[in-house]
């Protein structure tokens, strides 16, 4: 979610311009009529950047499932990806039948916060301690939201998909290519630690550094 990446954008912001966005239904934005699947995902991502006037090639970051969605855009759209910084690649070292269980559970989250159970006990709101506001807020609201909750779960449902089409999708060899690994129990909103941020950030500052003294001439 967008507002998990307030303390990236903002750090990152400082160096070159930096955006972040929620899928369809997820967040801010409005599911719409087409259902979630990978290559939805991709394509929106290339619409979005388009219809609001954005230059590429982009320096693409993402988070979890996001990393893999990440890596498959940059498969489809190769010209337009500088670079790729990946948090948390799923696959072999993060399985989604391991994780915690906050992601374990998401499959009954949507009925726990129409009963106020999610609400009550906060056992996501809590994730979000860390975050500036207003992002910690928005972001507490989504994790207490059953239309976000059950979206968020219909993606998760395709983890194994999204792995192996991620891991065979062909990325152009000169690509770079930065992983990170960040720590935390809860990787919902594991970027509101202030360290696992500046990691994040200062990886992707890397990386637009690279991407800019790629193309500027001798």
């Known amino acids: 979610m967008s507002a998990a990446w307030a303390r990236v954008q903002a750090s990152v912001g400082r160096v070159t311009r930096a955006c972040s966005y929620d899928r369809a239904g997820l967040g801010w934005s409005e599911a719409g009529d087409e259902p979630f699947t990978l290559d939805t995902a991709t394509s929106q991502l290339h619409a979005l950047l388009a219809q609001a006037g954005e230059g590429g090639p982009f320096v693409i970051a993402g988070a979890g499932l996001g990393s893999a969605l990440a890596r498959l855009y940059a498969s489809r759209y190769p010209e337009e990806t500088s670079a790729l910084v990946l948090v948390n690649v799923p696959g072999a ?16 989250a949507p009925w726990l916060a129409r009963t106020g159970v999610l609400r009550a006990t906060r056992r996501w709101s809590s994730s979000v301690r860390g975050l500036p506001e207003p992002a910690a807020g928005e972001l507490r609201s989504f994790l207490n939201r059953p239309d976000h909750l059950a979206r968020a ?53 890397r990386a637009v550094r690279r991407a800019r003294s790629a193309v500027q001439p001798n």
């Open 153 to 205: 779960s219909g993606e998760l449902a395709r983890w194994d998909e999204a792995v192996a089409r991620s891991e065979a999708a062909p990325l152009p060899r000169d690509l770079p290519v930065v992983q990170v690994e960040v720590e935390g129990r809860d990787r919902i909103a594991v970027l509101a630690d202030e360290k696992n941020a500046g990691d994040v950030s200062e990886a992707i500052v």
């Open 93 to 108: 070292t993060i399985s989604f039948r391991a994780e915690t269980p906050s992601i374990r559970f998401i499959s009954v």
